[in-house]
């Protein structure tokens, strides 16, 4: 229920006096629905004013001048602007107008009138001159602002429309019990939600405009707790639903004793983190952050086995088929051997294969399940779920992994949920992404792999590159050769992919294969396999090398115009060599024809150079990319935020994560004076609500 005392922000716009229905639509797409929305549309900019005269009048700057209109000057051809002459004592000030209706002009400024005129500052031919000046009689000087926020604005709303409507809205405002802590508050001497709105649309200099000012860091704080306080809601509404308690058993030490390896320290907390939630008794919620390749899989595996060894059944749910596969390949047969009972399922499978695989999990008698998206449709039933592990979880979607959660049997309480990425992001994304999710990470990788040398030269060496290629693959090596998406149209960057595959077969002399985006999934995963399986030397590919399929025997990657990829996404391709013995080579080409590397460009690839490390990566491309939309997270369900940017504001977003557990762990009902307040926040911002892109 949403308090009463925000009912006036939470009105439409269209009742705000100014909002006619030719411009609601403009306001609706501009701002948002709500008055509240418009309220929380910031300026981004600001125009001063300054008194001028002809004689020293500034270019470039925004002058009001106090003139005498001398002349209409009407085109006669048409494409040529009207003018009209001016002047005060020092000289002359020119008007101009692109189109609009000489009458019009002329009755806006009667000759010999005394006018404020006001505009940018331009000379043409050492005459000022202001393109569409704003005009005003003597009377009405006091309404000129001698600064004046500038609003987003589209065709047919100006920002002066928007920053009216601003100011009525503002009217609107009530004020609001404050919720946060009065001390930090005041250690960051920061203004009330209501005079903090009004300093962010007042600005008086550019300072106030930067996302340290102190006005719009409160505002952003209130969105980020806001926001941590919907996650962490969700965080305990997991955590007091039970969860059936599973604690390892025989099946467990079987598994771990068949493991050709051992664990890894990383793997070994991680292994006791998970332990600890599953037999906690509670519903566990966790993400397992590791590298391509730090071993990811044997952790699920432990789990896997825990959850049999306690009599109930588990699922592993990878992407694809190959990586199911793949998966299944490796697992079954230590699964087996410890006793536990394990199945396929993907969508490949023969009707008379699935419906013996479908009677084993609803019977019980299969205990572990991996699959594909075959796992979570309707007609599988599982006598017992109670662990769902979800590989390279970013590729489902969150209804996905729901309809596979679903799963459990509530008698004994919700399935515990294990997702996995591959993706390693900076704690500050990791909040604003997951933070509902308690987080395991893998900070190291397992002993034995030789570190990929990785080399950055320019596309004009590709023919060294190839000779260099040829040799390793006479001599039993595997590779890959990455084409990125470049052109605008899919269709011509396949037709790059085919040439460059064509040309290797040529020059080489090997077999080659391709795998694009555009082949239909058997087909591509069929070239996939027979590269997997060593019958293919070398795979051209589009950006499709499914991530997390295992090629020990692949120890090149070559990839072409590296400058156009992600550095994450860089990372991740190079991931998929060097984890066998065998050294193992990345080399990055950049550029087309000449054309050089850019500072920015040549940093980050130097970054790559530098460290294999997942972590320290995303943590420099996140600051190498600076404000803006970093990684491109606005598309990727990163929340959109109004007043926050997690970059600019991090230390802010850690200490809202801290103040929201805070808040929920002192007050949980939240029914002291600051609860009460807290709650008027949460409805402010509305979070669990309108927000799709968040989870
Ligand atoms: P990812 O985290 O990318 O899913 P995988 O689980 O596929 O990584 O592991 C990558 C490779 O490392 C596999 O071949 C796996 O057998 C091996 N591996 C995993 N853990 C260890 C370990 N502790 N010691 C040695 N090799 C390991
Ligand atoms: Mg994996």
Redesign the pocket.
């Given at each position: 229920m949403r308090p009463q005392i925000l009912f006036p922000l939470f009105a439409e716009v269209s009742s705000l006096k100014g909002v006619g229905p030719k411009i609601l639509p403009l306001v609706q797409k501009l701002a948002g629905p709500l008055v509240r929305d418009l309220l929380f549309l910031s300026p981004s900019g600001l125009i001063v004013r300054r008194p001028m005269t002809a004689a020293n009048a500034v270019e470039g700057q925004v002058g009001i001048f106090e003139v005498v209109i001398d002349r209409l000057i009407v085109p006669g051809k048409p494409g040529v602007p009207i003018k009209v002459r001016a002047s005060d004592d020092t000289g002359f000030v020119h008007m101009i107008w692109f189109g609009g209706s000489a009458q019009h002009i002329d009755r806006l400024l009667p000759r010999g009138q005394k006018r404020l005129v006001t505009g940018k500052v331009e000379r043409y031919l050492a005459e000022v001159q202001i393109v569409h000046p704003d005009i005003y009689t003597p009377e009405q000087a006091g309404e000129i602002a001698a600064i004046e926020p500038v609003y987003p604005a589209t065709q047919g709303l100006s920002s002066r429309v928007v920053r009216k409507l601003v100011q009525t809205a503002l009217t609107h405002a009530p004020e609001l019990p404050e919720w946060q802590d009065p001390a930090w508050m005041a250690r960051n001497r920061w203004p009330g939600w209501r005079a903090a709105l009004e300093t962010l649309h007042a600005p008086t200099c550019e300072p106030e405009l930067e996302p340290d000012a102190p006005a719009r860091q409160r505002l952003a704080y209130d969105e980020l707790l806001a926001h941590q306080l919907a996650l962490a809601r969700r965080r305990r509404a997991r955590q007091i639903t039970p969860g059936p308690r599973i604690t390892p058993g025989e099946a467990s030490a079987h598994l771990l004793a068949a493991?050709?390896?051992?664990?890894?320290g990383a793997?070994v907390q991680a292994v006791a983190e998970i332990r600890r939630d599953l037999a906690s008794g509670e519903q566990m919620g966790r993400l397992l952050q590791?590298?391509?390749?730090?071993?990811?899989?044997?952790?699920?595996a432990l789990s896997l086995g825990d959850t049999a060894a306690s009599g109930f059944q588990a699922a592993l749910m990878a992407p694809t088929e190959i990586l199911a596969r793949q998966h299944w390949q490796?697992l079954a047969p230590m699964l087996e051997a410890a006793g536990v009972p394990t199945i396929l399922l993907t969508g490949r499978d023969t009707p008379g294969e699935r419906r013996a695989r479908l009677a084993a999990l609803a019977s019980g008698e299969a205990r572990v399940a991996i699959g594909t998206h075959a796992l979570f449709q309707d007609a599988v039933r599982f006598d017992r779920l109670a662990l769902a592990v979800i590989?390279e979880q970013h590729r489902f979607g969150v209804n996905e992994r729901q309809r596979l959660q679903a799963k459990g049997d509530p008698r004994t309480g919700g399935v515990h949920l294990l997702t996995?990425s591959?993706t390693p992001i900076p704690r500050t994304l990791e909040l604003t992404q997951y933070g509902e999710l308690e987080v395991s990470r893998?900070t190291e990788k397992?002993?034995?792999r030789t570190p990929v040398t990785t080399a950055v030269l320019p596309l004009a060496r590709i023919g060294e590159v190839a000779k260099r290629l040829k040799a390793a693959i006479d001599s039993g090596a595997q590779a890959y050769w990455i084409c990125p998406l470049v052109a605008e149209s899919e269709a011509i960057d396949l037709a790059a992919a085919e040439a460059r595959a064509a040309d290797l077969r040529r020059i080489l002399k090997v077999e080659v294969g391709l795998a694009h985006g555009q082949m239909p999934g058997p087909e591509r995963e069929a070239v996939m396999a027979d590269f997997a399986d060593g019958r293919i030397p070398l795979l051209v590919a589009t950006t499709v090398v499914e991530v997390?399929v295992?090629v020990?025997n692949a120890t090149i990657m070559v990839i072409e115009h590296a400058d156009r990829f992600g550095l994450a996404q860089l990372h991740q391709l190079r991931?998929r060599v060097g984890?066998g013995a065998k050294a193992s080579a990345c080399i990055l080409l950049y550029g087309g024809g000449d054309d050089g590397l850019g500072e920015t460009a040549r940093l980050r690839l130097e970054t790559l150079r530098r460290t294999e490390d997942g972590f320290e990566i995303a943590e420099e491309d996140f600051r190498l990319r600076g404000g803006g939309d970093p990684l491109g997270l606005k598309q990727s369900g990163f929340p959109a935020y109004r007043f926050a940017d997690p970059i600019r504001h991090r230390s802010l977003l850690l200490a809202a994560a801290d103040d929201a557990r805070l808040v929920l762990g002192r007050d949980p009902d939240l029914t002291s004076p600051r609860g009460e307040a807290v709650q008027v926040l949460e409805a402010l911002f509305d979070w669990r609500n309108d927000r799709p892109g968040i989870d």
């Open positions: 493991l050709p390896f051992d664990l890894t793997q590791g590298d391509v390749g730090s071993g990811k899989t044997a952790v699920a490796r590989d996995m591959a893998l397992p002993p034995g997390g295992d020990p991931g984890r």
